[in-house]
């Protein structure tokens, strides 16, 4: 079952690649002085236009839980490549390394994702400016 | 089952396999190979160039969505009135084309993505990504209306002039538009006039003169080459208004803008570092 995550996530990753390039500047919305790192337990995917978001709930030592939304790039291509909704098992746990939003708020943009079986995918949307794209970020 | 776990390593490979998404990885851009025996443009059947194709933008085009890419120090020539626009569009506005209202032209030709050509002998359609259009009617006899209402894309005329076809628009909104992705204003009084050309099978090329006696001291020009997609690649639905999450937490103007004319920030802080796999 971790496997149809990691054709989820990986999925994404690729879609990252087809629409939408610049529906907005990433600087426009995100921070790129706040860079964080998020982990939790997937609870939701939205596979829609202009972006895919998955929500993760963050646990803190209290055991507070915290819901966090991380964008990624467009669907695009997806159901062309034989992804299914189906496919997807929510409860596992991923850790989300991207930049804040401005506004303070609990949403991110999700540049790296790495997986419950260790292997790392990018979320990030193709051409917006942020970070990865320009070369400076590891 | 099988075809699945095939499909994650795929996937994996692709991802693991290229710097991320830089232009490798974007197949919303193309190399311009410049074949030393280019083949010619086709033509329709009443003799003209043939414009109809996916065309999709190079890396070439630098800076991308700044519609001052070729003027010197990518400065345009704002009067004092387009000056106050721009520190508005900066400070008070919010990217309209983030928030799924149509980007319009000349801000199209400027935009990242590629974008579709539908030709006919009387009209031509452009199919942009966003499920856009515009249909430009060509009639060297029709001329513009006293009083068009105003549109993102204006009212456009289309005729031939040779191989070139040229398209003549006015009556321009001047509310929730940026001129280009960096928030560059235009008002209502723009006029924008392209000059397409196919110069042969692989490349599009448009010429645009862009006058906006309130906004800009002078008229200037904005050039631009595309390079043609693979036969299998077309214009894909996007609903942009879908799931906008994005309205609720944009700040206005497209953020800092690098001295290269891009948009983004200089110094990003770095990612924490990638988690070692056991």
């Known amino acids: ?138 | 089952m099988r075809t699945n776990v095939a499909a994650a390593i795929l996937a994996a490979i692709a991802v693991f396999s290229v710097p991320v998404f830089g232009q490798e990885n974007n197949p919303l851009t193309a190399v311009d190979v410049k074949s030393a025996k280019p083949k010619p443009a086709p033509r329709t059947a009443d003799g003209h160039p043939d414009l109809s194709g996916y065309w999709k933008g190079t890396r070439d085009t630098v800076p991308v969505g700044n519609m001052a890419k070729d003027l010197p120090g990518l400065k345009l020539p704002l009067t004092p009135a387009g000056e106050a626009a721009l520190q508005h569009n900066l400070t008070a506005t919010i990217d309209p084309e983030s928030l799924c209202i149509i980007g319009g032209i000349p801000r199209h030709n400027a935009s990242g993505l590629p974008f579709e050509v539908l030709q006919g002998a009387r009209k031509i359609a452009f199919l942009y990504w966003y499920s856009y259009y515009r249909l430009i009617p060509i009639d060297p006899k029709r001329k513009h209306s006293e009083d068009p209402d105003p549109s993102f894309f204006g009212e456009e005329l289309g005729r031939w002039e040779g191989d070139t076809l040229v398209v003549d628009s006015i009556g321009f909104k001047d509310e929730q538009v940026w001129i280009d992705e960096n928030a560059n204003p235009h008002s209502d009084a723009l006029h924008v006039v392209e000059r397409w050309t196919r110069p042969d099978a692989d490349h599009i090329h448009v010429e645009t003169l862009i006058e906006d006696p309130k906004f800009y001291t002078r008229p200037f020009k904005y050039s631009r080459t595309w390079v043609a997609g693979k036969p299998e690649e077309e214009i894909q639905e996007y609903s942009c208004s879908e799931n906008n999450v994005d309205r609720d937490h944009l700040g206005f103007g497209p953020g800092p803008i690098r001295p290269d004319g891009t948009r983004g920030y200089l110094d990003p802080a770095p990612l924490p570092p990638p988690i070692q796999k056991k």
């Open chain 1, 1 to 138: 079952m971790k496997l149809r995550i990691a054709i989820l996530v990986a999925s994404l990753s690729l879609a990252a690649g087809v629409p939408l390039l610049a529906h907005h500047s990433f600087a426009a919305e995100f921070d790129a002085s706040k860079a964080i790192r998020v982990t939790g337990t997937l609870t939701r995917v939205q596979w829609t236009n202009p972006h895919t978001y998955f929500y993760i709930d963050v646990k803190d030592e209290n055991g507070n839980v915290s819901k966090w939304s991380c964008e990624a790039g467009a669907p695009g291509a997806l159901s062309r490549r034989g992804f299914k909704r189906g496919d997807l098992k929510l409860g596992d746990m991923v850790v989300v390394d991207g930049y804040r939003a401005k506004d303070g708020s609990r949403l991110m943009d999700a540049r790296r994702v790495t997986l419950p079986d260790g292997r790392i995918v990018s979320g990030a949307s193709a051409g917006d400016g942020g970070p990865e794209a320009t070369g400076r970020n590891p």
